[in-house]
């Protein structure tokens, strides 16, 4: 009777997420399909097709994601500034599709570093401006359930996509080209679906009309505590991981078969987008931090199973664990920022935060990866 009144009020909560936030993770979704069937070969395409270095190769992905990080602030403030979350959003995405074309024509690596510069400036554009829709979309007794259902579905494009990837090199022979031709189209569907499948608000709450003022930083440093105290839990939570590579590696090393590596990222995802909707649903019922709290020992549980198991189960178990981490943390993380942050500077605040808990992951990863290898 209680497991079905609970389903009963996670069902509830999910279901009243608003149409446009479910484009909105349908968006992500299309999107991340696309970059994935891309990144997911990218690095054999760069040194074995084009013969690129394999510090090339690391030069390329450093470079492209710390475009990334330095956009997410500006788009955000901008987006504050504007009243235009869409406009902003629809620019990202609209640019990370125009990038997908690039690299199957490609002939040198610098057009590669040209189109993943493109394609991550985009993400950083379009990312706090998105968020920040959502939360102008969502009302605020659903905000939980609201950012996990975005949250589920973006993770299920970041595990669809090198699947269809290794499909379509099965199906084409191994034309690697052809597979990278064939992700522009999840990318304009995303595109449109933005377009013409999300509305946005014509007055968010705490809007200021049409002619907003310029927005100081001393109004930013004043957000309140709250905020910064979700900033830093983000950033903490951000050092406690590390690298998904090692995950891969751990299972290789417990004597998974280098044919059967990629399932442990598809476990991983596929626990991930399970749970985050019903974690955000949760989360809107009860105190958010508690179901963090759960997500940290999830944390803690997997890695135990990760650094004591033996065998390849155990293993599989904390990379099962580590999903569920992320599914109980990452939409949740989002729903706080919107909790602590006032409703005009939604984007700001996402920039701040996204910026924040993303530049330590190149810090932190190293050192655990270190540590408990």
């Known amino acids: 009777m209680g497991t079905d009144k609970t389903k009963a009020l996670w069902r509830s909560g999910i279901s009243a997420v608003p149409r446009g936030v479910w484009a909105l993770g349908l968006v992500s979704m299309f999107m991340d399909i696309s970059s994935e069937m891309i990144h997911s070969l990218l690095p054999v395409f760069l040194v074995g097709t084009l013969g690129a270095s394999v510090a090339l190769v690391g030069l390329i992905e450093g470079a492209a994601e710390a475009t990334a990080s330095i956009t997410k602030i500006f788009s955000g403030w901008l987006s504050d500034r504007l009243g235009k979350r ?18 199957p024509l490609a002939v040198t690596p610098f057009e590669v570093f040209g189109a993943r510069f493109a394609d991550r400036i985009g993400k950083g554009v379009r990312g706090a401006p ?5 939360a102008d979309l969502s009302p605020p007794s659903i905000r939980g359930a609201a950012f996990g259902v975005r949250q589920s579905l973006d993770t299920i494009g970041a595990f669809t996509g090198p699947l269809v990837a290794m499909a379509l090199m099965l199906v084409l022979a191994g034309n690697i080209r052809a597979v990278f031709a064939w992700a522009a189209v999840p990318a304009i569907v995303a595109v449109l679906l933005l377009v013409f499948g999300v509305q946005e608000p014509r007055a968010p709450a705490g809007a200021h009309g ?4 310029p927005i100081r ?4 440093r004043g957000i309140g505590p709250a905020f910064w105290g979700v900033v ?10 590390f690298s998904e590579a090692f995950l891969v590696l751990r299972a290789q090393d417990a004597g998974l078969p280098v044919a059967l590596l990629p399932v442990v990222l598809v476990v991983m995802n596929v626990v991930y987008s399970i749970a985050a909707a019903p974690a955000g649903s949760l989360s809107d019922r009860i105190d958010r931090r508690l179901v963090l709290i759960a997500g940290l020992a999830c944390l803690v549980l997997a890695d135990l199973f990760l650094a004591l198991g033996g065998g390849v189960a155990s293993v599989l178990i904390g990379v099962a664990l580590w999903g569920l981490h992320m599914g109980l943390t990452q939409g949740l993380l989002a729903a706080l920022v919107v909790d602590t942050a006032p409703a005009h500077l939604r984007g700001t605040a996402f920039g701040l935060f996204n910026l924040a808990s ?7 990863h190293p050192a655990i990866t270190r540590v408990l290898g």
């Open 130 to 134: 998105r968020d920040a829709l959502v």
């Open 232 to 241: 830093a839990l983000g950033v903490v939570f951000t050092m406690a991981r």
């Open 86 to 103: 869409k406009l902003l959003a629809v620019l990202g995405y609209g640019l990370g599709a125009l990038s997908k074309p690039i690299f």
């Open 210 to 213: 049409a002619a907003r003022p």
């Open 358 to 364: 993303g530049d330590v992951t190149p810090i932190s």
């Open 217 to 220: 930083w001393a109004e930013v």
